[in-house]
């Protein structure tokens, strides 16, 4: 029904910057929050960063300062501004987004994950 889609990751040097994005496609009538989550091998899944639809933000403390969450309504897409990645960023990442979208008679809500990215800080 709503599907998301991640890019953007890769292996980047200590340091260096990558920026992720999240693009949600089908019958979305609305998105309300969206979030980027991640993670590491024999770790549990943890909130990296959340965006409202009005645009406010929430940053886990390990990444503030240093990630920058954003989102274009217009295009459905939120992308995420990695800068000075730690090899402790290394994790998969993955977008969530929740909302309302069309069925046959009526608007349902939605809570989509992506497939996940994987993000490899290491020189």
């Known amino acids: 029904q709503v599907q998301l889609v991640e890019s953007g990751g890769g292996l980047v040097q200590p340091g260096g910057s990558l920026r992720l994005s999240c693009a949600a496609s089908g019958r979305i009538f609305s998105i309300n929050a969206m979030g980027w989550y991640r993670q590491a091998p024999g770790k549990e899944r943890e909130l990296v960063a959340v965006i409202t639809g009005g645009g406010s933000t929430n940053y886990a403390d390990s990444v503030k300062g240093r990630f920058t969450i954003s989102r274009d309504n217009a295009k459905n897409t939120m992308y995420l501004q990695m800068n000075s990645l730690k090899p402790e960023d290394t994790a998969v990442y993955y977008c969530?987004?929740?909302?309302?979208?069309?069925?046959?008679?009526?608007?349902?809500?939605?809570?989509?994950w992506g497939q996940g990215t994987q993000v490899t800080v290491s020189s």
């Open positions: 969530n987004a929740q909302g309302t979208a069309y069925s046959l008679l009526n608007l349902d809500n939605f809570n989509a």
